[in-house]
Nanobody, 123 residues
């Protein structure tokens, strides 16, 4: 079992940056693949980025490639999502998620979820 808590959301102007953090409980963080997803009002939850337990494998949605970077520090039980060049369409609640095994891009492949953090990008 792992508990996840996201930090770092907020209001930012278009073109700005934010860094989201996700802190995990438990001693086995370095055995989990981690993912970031987001959900805008009236839309389905969508994949943003994922990272393997070692950090050596990363995946990104096409819509965020070149603007978002996922990373992790296993010694701190934390995964990050650095977001630059933010756009109004990035506005959503952002969730981190954990799963055993390799990272995947579909939400139903993840076993544990955080409560989410709101990111709002104004135009």
């Amino acid at each position: 079992q792992v508990q996840l808590v996201e930090f770092g959301g907020g209001l930012v102007q278009a073109g700005g940056s934010l860094r989201l953090s996700c802190a995990a409980s438990g001693r086995t963080f370095n055995t989990y693949a981690m993912g970031w997803f987001r959900q805008a009002p009236g839309k389905e939850r969508e994949f943003v980025a994922a990272i393997s337990w070692s950090g050596g494998i990363t995946y990104y949605a096409d819509s965020v490639k070149g603007r978002f970077t996922i990373s992790r520090v296993n010694a701190k039980n934390t995964v990050y999502l650095q977001m630059i060049s933010l756009k109004p369409e990035d506005t959503a609640v952002y969730y981190c998620a954990a799963r055993y095994g390799n990272p995947v891009v579909h939400a139903d492949g993840y076993d544990f979820w955080g409560q989410g953090t709101q990111v709002t990008v104004s135009s």
